[in-house]
């Protein structure tokens, strides 16, 4: 598979999905951690929604992770075709419905990396607000959009940083997300501070959002069954992103 010699499986070859159902080992491995190290505060925020304190929270997603890591979660994917979100919400609220009380109070072989990221999860949660009326799944996929949006801002980053374009990047951030128009922004300004003509700043702000839309694009086909529920997983997604 080329691109495969560095290590790298191309998303345009390889979903997501695909690579956790991989008979390679490493493989999956991959795509495993991949998808905890984006999608853990998600997964966090909706056992807290759930009622549980911190504690019971932490045991219940360190235990839910290790079912994922055995892969065992997956042998059921089958049955919930579709979207990858879909798929992990219906996991997790299964795990957590059937969560024995006895599960409480044994201790966990919980790492110390994962206890620190469980301690930031839950000072962010804190800081959180939530209405009465969202729901613990409402809050999964918002949270996941939010995710989902910080981790493309950061590729998207990267490469602006990589071709010495920081500055741009960092000028028309709060532009991308306040719709992508200069509306309400003083472009003038923006642009002299940036050493370039207002035309040239509105055409390097059509190119951010082409950017911004395929690295998107490309982050969410590997979260879905087909192609053809890409335009509709991103128009859900933005929908969650823009809730209060």
């Not at 009465?132 to 950061?154: G, M, Q, S, Y």
């Not at 940036?194 to 979260?223: C, H, I, N, W, Y």
Request: with cysteine.
């Amino acid at each position: 598979m080329q691109g495969a010699e560095n290590g790298q499986f191309p998303s345009t070859q390889w979903t997501l999905i695909s690579r956790l159902h991989s008979r390679d080992e490493e493989v999956s491995r991959r795509a495993l951690d991949e998808l905890c190290e984006q999608y853990h505060y998600p997964l966090y925020c909706y056992i807290r929604r759930r009622g549980l304190d911190h504690h019971d929270a932490q045991d219940v997603l360190h235990d839910f992770l290790a079912k994922l890591i055995r892969l065992e979660a997956f042998k059921s994917a089958d049955e919930d075709k579709g979207r990858l979100r879909g798929f992990l919400s219906t996991a997790l609220s299964r795990y957590v419905a059937t969560w024995h009380a006895s599960n409480k109070h044994h201790a966990k072989d919980i790492s110390i990396d994962e206890e620190m990221d469980l301690a930031a999860a839950e000072q962010r949660f804190q800081r959180e607000r939530f209405s009465d009326e969202e729901t613990p799944e409402r809050l999964f996929e918002r949270k996941w959009a939010h995710e989902l949006i910080r981790h493309v801002l950061r590729r998207l980053k990267r490469d602006y940083v990589s071709r010495g374009k920081e500055p741009l990047f960092d000028a028309l951030r709060p532009v991308l997300l306040d719709g992508g128009s200069l509306r309400g922004h003083d472009h003038e300004t923006m642009a002299a501070g940036l050493g370039m003509k207002p035309g040239a700043l509105r055409v390097a702000l059509s190119r951010l959002l082409d950017d911004f839309r395929d690295m998107l694009r490309a982050e969410v086909a590997q979260t879905v069954e087909n192609e053809e529920e890409i335009d509709d997983e991103i128009s859900r997604l933005m929908q969650a992103f823009s809730r209060k």
